[in-house]
């Protein structure tokens, strides 16, 4: 597999593929890009959130995985509509006073509860079935709430297992097969552990140290990325699969890195960096159904000039589609398109 650079945005904020189109923010304005005819359109939208599932404007701009988004400048800055549950739709509202947010369940339009902590944050995927979640603002509390019966609220803390002060490391919380996945840790790391909750009761199911931090998912999995391993669990059987790469990052001098993941169609693109290097300036494709790596890319500020330590592109973030790929370096915008086999 090759790809080749066809184009470069400068002084890029924000990027994003959805509905198998690139779409980014450059200042004020939000543009899309295609490969088709390597053309950029200006869009009438403006105000752009992205995040890793949606992006939105005002009145309504993309959606992903069911999730609509809706900005307000009212007394109610956003409403989060969902995959509706039994044909109803969920929605909740916040406050526009991010540091004393307030929270509110809809259903249809009618409230059915108000979520009495400010100082707490929804977790970004924060549904399963009848549960929201919220988050301590310290990362050490996770709140259950059912949004129909408020006799059955739970939650989680940390030092009832730490017997210490703990965190979740950067509130980073995952939501797959009704159960709640995070890592945590002290505060001064003598320990640590990934933790698996039932999503309904708040009961830990599961706890490892065999893998942790920068946890991810993708199609039910949970992968870590290691510098030479990939971890796998599956939260049905609480299992882990371990993936060793050795050979090819032995062969390649590079060492795997989780700074930025990204799944597509059963491909993992992430970052790696020269074993006697600290700049994460290469792109790795590893095909997870083959366990084979299908590409490496080097990122150069002068590719025609001496390819040394200064002159090494730090990589920010990375994102693709079927046919291209978008290396965000700084502020620039690197787009590759994928070349057809001859």
Not at 89 to 107: D, M
Not at 157 to 183: C, W
Not at 226 to 253: F, G, H, M, W
Not at 307 to 323: H, L, R, S
């Amino acid at each position: 597999m090759n790809f080749k650079h066809i184009h470069t945005e400068e002084n890029i904020n924000n990027f994003i593929f959805l509905e198998n189109e690139l779409i980014f923010q450059k200042e004020d304005s939000v543009y899309n890009f295609s490969n088709k005819n390597s053309v950029i359109n200006k869009l009438k939208y403006k105000h752009i959130f992205f995040d890793s599932n949606f992006i939105y404007s005002h009145p309504i701009l993309y959606t992903k995985e069911g999730v609509i988004v809706r900005e307000f400048t009212d007394d109610q800055a956003f409403i989060f509509f969902i995959n509706p549950i039994k044909d109803y739709v969920i929605s909740i509202k916040s406050k526009t006073n991010f540091k004393e947010r307030a929270y509110s369940i809809f259903l249809n339009d009618n409230l059915i509860r108000n979520l009495p902590f400010k100082e707490y944050f929804i977790l970004k995927k924060y549904f399963i079935k009848n549960k929201v979640f919220l988050l301590s603002s310290d990362n050490s509390i996770i709140y259950f709430y059912d949004i129909f019966n408020s006799n059955e609220d739970c939650q989680y803390d940390l030092e009832t297992y730490f017997h210490q002060p703990a965190q979740i490391m950067e509130g980073r919380v995952l939501v797959s097969n009704n159960k709640i996945i995070f890592f945590a840790h002290t505060e001064d790391w003598s320990n640590y552990a990934t933790f698996v909750l039932d999503a309904q009761t708040g009961e830990v199911l599961f706890t490892t140290q065999e893998m942790g931090m920068k946890l991810i998912t993708y199609n039910d999995f949970v992968y870590q990325i290691q510098r030479k391993a990939i971890k796998i669990l599956d939260p049905k059987n609480l299992k882990i699969e371990t993936i060793d790469v050795s050979t090819y990052c032995d062969e390649q001098s590079i060492f795997l890195d989780d700074h930025t993941v990204f799944f597509y169609k059963d491909k993992l693109y992430t970052l790696a960096r020269e074993q006697r290097s600290d700049v994460y300036n290469i792109w790795v494709i590893f095909n997870l159904k083959s366990q084979q790596f299908e590409h490496r890319e080097d990122m150069f500020i002068s590719p025609k000039k001496k390819k040394d330590e200064k002159n090494k592109m730090f990589i920010n973030d990375i994102q693709a589609n079927d046919n291209l790929v978008a290396i965000r370096c700084s502020d620039n915008l690197y787009i590759f398109e994928k070349e057809l086999d001859e």
